[in-house]
T-cell receptor, first 114, second 117 residues
Framework: QKEVEQNSGPLSVPEGAIASLNCTYS??????FFWYRQYSGKSPELIMF????GDKEDGRFTAQLNKASQYVSLLIRDSQPSDSATYLC??????????????FGTGTRLTIIP | ETGVTQTPRHLVMGMTNKKSLKCEQH?????MYWYKQSAKKPLELMFV???????ENNSVPSRFSPECPNSSHLFLHLHTLQPEDSALYLC????????????????FGPGTRLTVT
């Protein structure tokens, strides 16, 4: 079983619509959750992180966390062509003294259609 | 320079060569990481340094050798690589809080695209 699972896509969304990206994880002890955006040929860029159950909003982005269901999602409102990228979900496991390990999913490729 | 920088950005090397990748972070962080990213696979953690001490080595082959001389610099020394080692190598940094055993978000450098011929 994969530790962090994402639908690889591609996910196609019309410009201006809401893009919904989903991620599930297997480690119930996971503490924090991150969404990275990666443009083709570029390195991952942190766009959101969430530590507590519920929603966290930052501009057009909303991260949603449900630890009971081991599920984290990213919503992108008013999608723009510049949002077309691969979105990586990363999960930090239980506390390891002096060390943090992020486990990444394979990413979901999002395409915004003008 | 800001953020996390990596050099070189592209590297082509033969299987008998020896080369080094360099990473430098300008964020005041105390933990640094090497990741490998291959096509269609998740990011793979290779090495973690926290407070300049290596704390994790995910069973990486010995042909990869890390070095962390201080909290701002990280190297990955390469020798006798195989074609399957061709990938994007990413460096990241974060701020560790050893007393609580936590650290926060990781920031990535632009990566080195490595091709082994």
């Amino acid at each position: 079983q994969k530790e962090v699972e994402q639908n690889s896509g591609p996910l196609s969304v019309p410009e201006g619509a809401i893009a919904s990206l989903n991620c599930t994880y297997s480690d119930r002890g996971s503490q924090s959750f991150f969404w990275y955006r990666q443009y083709s040929g570029k390195s991952p860029e942190l766009i959101m992180f969430i530590y507590s159950n519920g929603d966290k909003e930052d501009g057009r982005f909303t991260a949603q966390l449900n630890k009971a269901s081991q599920y984290v999602s990213l919503l992108i409102r008013d999608s723009q062509p510049s949002d077309s990228a691969t979105y990586l979900c990363a999960v930090r496991g239980g506390y390891n003294f002096g060390n943090e390990k992020l486990t990444f999913g394979t990413g979901t490729r999002l395409t915004i259609i003008p | 320079e800001t953020g996390v920088t990596q050099t070189p950005r592209h590297l082509v090397m033969g299987m008998t060569n020896k080369k080094s990748l360099k990473c430098e972070q300008h964020l005041g962080h105390n933990a640094m990481y090497w990741y490998k990213q291959s096509a269609k696979k998740p990011l793979e953690l290779m090495f973690v340094y926290s407070l300049e001490e290596r704390v994790e080595n995910n069973s990486v082959p010995s042909r990869f050798s890390p070095e962390c001389p201080n909290s701002s610099h990280l190297f990955l020394h390469l020798h006798t690589l195989q074609p399957e080692d061709s990938a994007l190598y990413l460096c990241a940094s974060s701020q560790d809080y050893p007393l609580t055993g936590t650290s926060y978000e990781q920031y990535f450098g632009p990566g080195t695209r490595l091709t082994v011929t």
